[in-house]
């Protein structure tokens, strides 16, 4: 294999951004990964300067790969193989607003409902 190429799987598994390779190979398969903007396969090749866009749960990373790595390393190598886009950060900040002020605008109760609670929000939902 060229030194200058590595396996999305194994790069995304790598960079830290999956737990486990198989992780990341699911989500490759799954369409959650696009390489250049397009859906690729764990076996697809990744170079640097591609731009990778990952979602992941509720988050969406837009990065440009700046190194290759086939195996795991520390936290700090981890960081220097991306670097995501101003874009990106702008955007996964605003949404991490929005989730907390929609926390402050709904708040938890302050304990569970008890059986006559229970009952109440019963005949409630069976009214409407």
């Not at 697809?44 to 988050?59: R, S």
């Amino acid at each position: 294999m060229n030194t200058s190429e590595v396996r999305i799987d194994k790069w995304l598994w790598a960079a830290r951004f999956y737990k486990m390779r198989n992780l990341a190979t699911e989500a490759a398969k799954g369409g959650h990964i696009l390489l250049n903007g397009v859906r690729c396969k764990p076996s697809k090749l990744v170079n640097i300067n591609d731009e990778v866009q990952i979602q992941k749960e509720n988050e969406i990373f837009t990065i440009i790969v700046t190194g290759l790595a086939n195996k795991r390393g520390s936290a700090t190598i981890a960081q220097g193989l991306y670097q995501e886009t101003e874009n990106s950060l702008k955007l996964r900040s605003e949404l991490a607003e929005q989730r907390k002020f929609k926390t402050h605008t709904a708040p938890a109760p302050d304990k569970r409902p008890d059986k006559r609670d229970r009952r109440k929000l019963r005949n409630i939902k069976a009214q409407g």
